[in-house]
Structure formats: C-alpha cells, structure tokens
C-alpha cells in the first residue's frame, strides 16, 4: 500500500474513476470520512480501507482549510496503523523536528503562540498566582519547574516578587529538562544567562540550576533536586503528567508529596486518551475531538500562510502518530504513553489521594480574567462548581474545555502512632 501523504500529481495517481468518490459537500466532511475509515480498519475491512484512505489522499492537504488539514494529518495516522508502520512514520517525523529545531526558532515560535492564543499564557497566570499566594511572605523561595517552555513563564513572576511590598526574596529556579525534548546543553545556558539578566534588572536575588540527561520522569529523585530546609517549594507542572507512563503515574504523584512542597500546580489538556487507549475507536474518536478544536483554534488565531501555524501543526501529526498508530512497548522510552492525556477528573482522583485541592484567589482569577480580554473573542473561563468532580478551572475554546489549571497541596500526615 502506497503512503498517501506522498501526493503525485500524475493523471495515473487520480485513475479512480467518477463513481468511487462521494461527493463532499458538507462542511465536516474530514471527521467523517476519518471515523469512517477509523471504524474500516477496526473491523479489517481492506477494501474499504484501501477506498477511504485514497478518498483522503485526494482531498488532504497541509495547506488547506481546516477540513484538509485534519485529513491530510489523521490521514498519515490512519494509513500507520493499517500498514503497520507506526513506529517508522514515528521516528521519521521525530528526527525532522529535531533537525529542524533551534533554540532561537523554539523560543520565537513559543513566544507567538502566547501573543494570539491564552492556550498556554493560561496556565501560566493561573500557576503564579498560586505560587504566590503560597509563597506569600516567605524568604527563601524554591520553585522546580517540569515543563517545556523555555521559562517563558517566569519574567511576569519576577516582576511580582519585584514589587512585594515586603522584603523581596531570594528564589532559586530547579528547571528539570527531559531528554526528549532534544533541547540541548547551550539553550539552558542562553535561558539561564537571559533569567539571570532579567532578575538582576528586577532586583530579584536569584540562582538558576538545571537538571538534565532524565529519560524518565520516574528518574527524578528529591536527592537531585537539593532541596534545602529552609526552602519553601513550589512544584510547576505545565503538561509534565502526561509525560509520565500511565501505570507511573500514581508512584510519580507520591514523589511530588515526598518533596512536602508549599504548592503544586498542575496544567493539562482537557483530553483522555488514557482509558480509551486499549479501544482504537474510541481513541480515534477522543483523539479527533481535541485536535479538530486545536486546528480550528489555530485558524482563528493565525494568518492562513503563518509558518508558525506549519509548525505547530506538524508538531501535531507527531503526537497524532504517537497516540493512534504506535504501540506503546515498541518506542521503548519515555516516549511510550507521553501523549495519553487525561481530564481533569482523572488527574483530580489521582492527585486526591497525596494531596487536597488550593483554590486561587480572587486576584489570581481577576489575573486569568484579564489576559483573556487581551485576545480574540471565543475564549472564556469556567471556575470550579460546588458539586463539580475536578477542582481547578478551565479554559474553554467556543465553550468547549480544553485546558485544565490546578493548585494542591499535600495532605496533613497522619498524626497516629503505630502501636
């Protein structure tokens, strides 16, 4: 079976004749072709397979409106996991990212999407202000920072500290770098040097370290972290959970409690592609869910030409691949399930068992309010409810949730004595 991403514009390419293609009128005809064909190779049916994807091949582009781009994408995950070359499509599209990348080009791209879209300046807001509010009146601050920004989020923070009316504290940045996140030994050295440069103009004290080579999040010790006594901690996880294997995870949230910090705060997508992962189609369906509100996300949000645009989108195809059509042993790295979202209510029952919910306060939600009316209209926030399951808020796309922000702290220890 020929890849289907490989357009050839020759006349013996497009040789089906007239009455194998339906015709495609309405206007989500991309979901449906796709569920189509997701169901045809749950079932084994090749020569439905085999007509979909070429059905798909016609009609998809990466250039296109939103349609052919979610064809041109689900496409190359669809076509992976009938051939069976999930891995191989996996490892290809890895390695051109990673030759492609640069930190100048990283950090700008980074930097753009926060300018036209809150999808990750949300969860920025929200995890300083309950850092903060934690930290109030603390000395000696310590915030381990496990995510993959580049510390973008962390000036805004700097300011803060920099205008307490009290003594400004001493803080000290643990950024914990994954080697799959193929940022390399120098780029922590230029966002070290920029922070340091950037603290000093704030007149934060301020000591940044890095800890790296991890190729698991499970790897991550207290001893490596040099916690100090009189420290008081913050851990930030910006889409850190997911990044950790799904049988892990509960091992991995007893770890963060062992560190007895002040505040964790924790930000994920509003996606399960964790207890559907045994059942293609559903995946499939909870997969194009999520991705179909992303790339119509970016449509509003950049220029219909924008490279930035490209770029996240190709990042897309990546995780698309990763979740559908790779099977999570052959990858063999931390890799595996770093892509099996889960929602907010299944972090919260994770987390419920180390930790006890820190609300934010009206500030840090006037905070979120604020940067909100900074972009387009469609975003908006939704706040905890008394009889709600996960609490933390949200922020929703079109009135769809898809990004999930929350604060914890760890559960008192049990004050009884074995006898």
Aim: a negative charge.
């Amino acid at each position: 079976m020929q890849n289907p991403n490989h357009h050839d514009n020759s006349s013996s390419s497009r040789s089906q004749s007239p009455e194998d293609v339906e015709p495609v009128s309405d206007s989500k005809w991309a979901p449906r072709l796709l569920r189509e064909c997701a169901t045809a190779i749950s079932n084994k049916d090749s020569t439905k397979i085999h007509h979909l994807l070429w059905m798909l091949n016609e009609l998809a582009s990466p250039y296109g409106d939103c349609n052919q781009k979610l064809a041109f994408y689900f496409l190359q995950a669809l076509f992976c996991k009938a051939t069976d070359t999930g891995l191989r499509c996996y490892k290809t599209l890895t390695s051109a990212a990673e030759k492609s990348k640069s930190f100048d080009s990283s950090r700008k791209l980074i930097l753009k999407f926060q300018e036209v879209s809150p999808w990750t300046t949300f969860g920025h807001v929200a995890s300083n202000g309950a850092i903060l509010e934690a930290l109030d009146g603390e000395n000696k601050l310590h915030i381990i920072d496990i995510s993959n920004t580049f510390c973008t989020q962390w000036p805004t923070l700097l300011e803060a500290l920099a205008t307490r009316n009290d003594e400004t504290p001493h803080l000290k940045l643990t950024v914990v770098v994954m080697e799959s996140t193929l940022v390399k030994p120098h780029v922590m050295k230029e966002v070290a040097q920029r922070m340091e440069k950037f603290a000093r103009l704030m007149g934060v004290p301020f000591e940044f370290n890095v800890i790296s080579g991890l190729n698991h999040l499970k790897e991550l010790t207290k001893e490596s972290l040099n916690i100090q006594e009189e420290e008081a901690l913050a851990v930030n996880c910006i889409g850190a959970l997911r990044r950790v294997e799904v049988d892990e995870r509960g091992a991995f949230i007893r770890m963060l409690q062992s560190l007895n910090p002040k505040v964790v705060t924790i930000v994920e997508h509003e996606a399960d592609f964790s207890s559907t992962r045994n059942d293609f189609v559903k995946c499939f369906e909870e997969c194009l869910r999520f991705y179909t509100l992303y790339f119509e996300m970016l449509d509003e949000s950049f220029p219909t030409t924008s490279n930035e645009r490209l770029v996240i989108e190709r990042e897309c195809s990546k995780c698309i691949v990763k979740v559908l059509a790779c099977d999570n042993n052959e990858i063999g790295d931390d890799q595996g399930d770093s892509e099996r979202r889960e929602r907010g209510n299944q972090w919260c029952t994770r987390l419920k068992e180390c930790f006890t919910p820190f609300t934010l306060n009206d500030d840090a939600v006037d905070d979120v309010k604020a940067l909100l009316k900074r972009y387009k209209a469609g975003w908006s926030l939704v706040l905890p409810q008394a009889n709600q399951e996960s609490p933390g808020i949200y922020l929703t796309w079109r009135e769809e949730q898809v990004v999930w922000a929350s604060s914890w702290k760890p559960q008192e220890k049990s004050m009884e004595v074995e006898t």
